[in-house]
């Protein structure tokens, strides 16, 4: 397996793959730890996320180098991740208990209540984009309801994988309870089928969540899939438009583009098209590609030379059905894999840029004659993970957001994850939900219990 500086396309590291064998006895190892952990109480859980969480702080800089090097991650935003990664940590040690309190329930029995119970072992299979966050964000409710947790990240952030289970032992919980597996995606179904992993979540493509819901259902276990994401940016006439185009490239230039939630179908009212157009502009020209190590830098690589390529090719395939070029399409002339900022306008509906996920940095604007024919095309998408619209008609707006088909609607505010909320999918965007109390539920057995006397 091996590490590759997207900044200059050098290799970091490699690391040596794990057996079919060795994670089988990984895999047994965790499953022993977590006959113990489920007997722990919810305070002595909660000490040790707390532990992790101080860790993760302690070592941010450590932590945030470490995504840079690896995935091209901006420093600054490598760090603010980390303390993302710390806040999800408390959250869970502060609210778990209270989340899975038993839930009394009157009947004809002399006691009955809804118990919330640790399932076992569950496999996380996680994305290169967000290497930090997307594994904490699943492993602070599962360790915290008494599971245990099984990682397989993506190929190309060995070292972000391998931190990350030091984090836990240092923290102080128990040897093998969170553990890595080495092993490339054709290996995924012996872990999947192993007995004693209970469950399975994947953050990832929406042809990676088609085969791990296919093993899963094969073996009978349990899912929740966060997939892909197309979202639609929807700006009306009233909104605020210099708060609205600031907001705008910054929500599709996060991560060089490289988001699920990322904007990525804006979606203009015509009488405002022309203005929003000019302001989004600006602020897209004022992004300078750099190393993404140095904090001045506001624009990095992506991830892969192959992301590079397969960005490029929905933004040429667009222009020859006559998307309008306004900046950008090309890849930046220096080492590592940078593609620059780009625009498009005359945007549609048939165009990759609006009817595929674009991952990427790539903002393309499609312009409407009114606000419900905006709704429209926003729920055109075979995708439902996100979206927002800006309006300065607060209960328009929110009327708006309700007809939007997706996990999430932000009013005047770009789309984001936040441990308070619930966070996930419809249609092919997946199913399920991490965060906030409900996705703490996910994986635990709710029992039924019923007493007489």
Request: aromatic content about 8%; some cysteine.
């Amino acid at each position: 397996m091996k590490s590759i500086n997207p900044a200059n396309g050098k290799l970091i590291g490699e690391y040596a793959e794990h057996t079919v064998n060795e994670c089988d006895e990984i895999v047994g190892k965790v499953h022993i730890a977590w006959k113990s952990w489920k007997k722990t109480t919810f305070a002595q859980r909660s000490v040790l996320m707390l532990s992790a969480a101080k860790i993760l702080r302690t070592n941010k800089e450590m932590f945030a180098r470490l995504m840079t090097d690896e995935m091209g991650k901006l420093i600054t935003e490598a760090m603010a991740e980390v303390e993302k990664s710390a806040w999800v940590c408390e959250y869970y040690a502060e609210n778990a208990a209270g989340f899975l309190q038993d839930e009394i329930i009157k009947t004809d029995a002399s006691q009955s209540f809804v118990s919330f119970e640790p399932i076992g072992p569950v496999l996380a299979v996680m994305p290169w984009n967000f290497p930090f966050w997307q594994v904490f964000r699943f492993a602070a409710p599962a360790l915290m309801a008494g599971n245990a947790c099984v990682l397989k990240h993506a190929s190309n952030v060995p070292a972000c994988a391998l931190a990350i289970e030091q984090i836990f032992k240092e923290a102080g919980f128990p040897e093998n309870l969170f553990r890595t597996l080495m092993i490339p995606g054709r290996l995924v179904e012996n872990v999947i089928k192993n007995d004693k992993i209970m469950a399975v979540t994947l953050t990832g493509s929406e042809l990676a969540g088609r085969k791990v819901a296919e093993l899963a259902g094969k073996y009978l276990k349990k899912t929740v899939l966060e997939l892909g994401g197309s979202d639609p940016f929807i700006v009306l006439k009233d909104a605020d438009l210099e708060k609205c185009a600031a907001t705008a490239v910054f929500a599709r230039m996060l991560n060089c583009g490289q988001s699920c939630i990322a904007a990525k179908r804006f979606i203009v009212e015509n009488e405002v098209v022309e203005e929003f157009t000019a302001l989004v502009k600006k602020h897209i020209e004022q992004l300078k590609p750099g190393d993404p190590s140095n904090t001045l830098t506001k624009f990095g690589p992506m991830a892969r030379l192959d992301l590079v390529e397969e960005i490029d090719l929905q933004v040429q395939k667009s222009i020859k059905m006559g998307a309008k070029l306004v900046l950008g399409s090309k890849r930046v002339n220096r080492e590592g894999f940078y593609y620059e900022p780009s625009l498009l306008t005359e945007i549609t509906p048939d165009m990759p840029v609006f009817n595929e996920e674009t991952f990427g940095p790539v903002l393309a604007i499609m312009a409407v004659g009114n606000a419900e024919e905006a709704i429209n095309l926003a729920n055109s998408s075979i995708y439902g993970l996100g979206g927002c619209i800006w309006t300065k008609d607060i209960e328009k707006g929110t009327n708006y957001a309700r007809q939007i088909e997706s996990g999430a609607v932000f009013v005047n505010g770009m789309t984001k994850s936040d441990p308070r909320l619930p966070f996930g999918g419809i249609k092919k965007s997946g199913y399920g939900r991490e965060l906030s109390h409900y996705g703490i539920k996910e994986f635990v057995n709710i029992k039924t219990v019923w007493v007489a006397e």
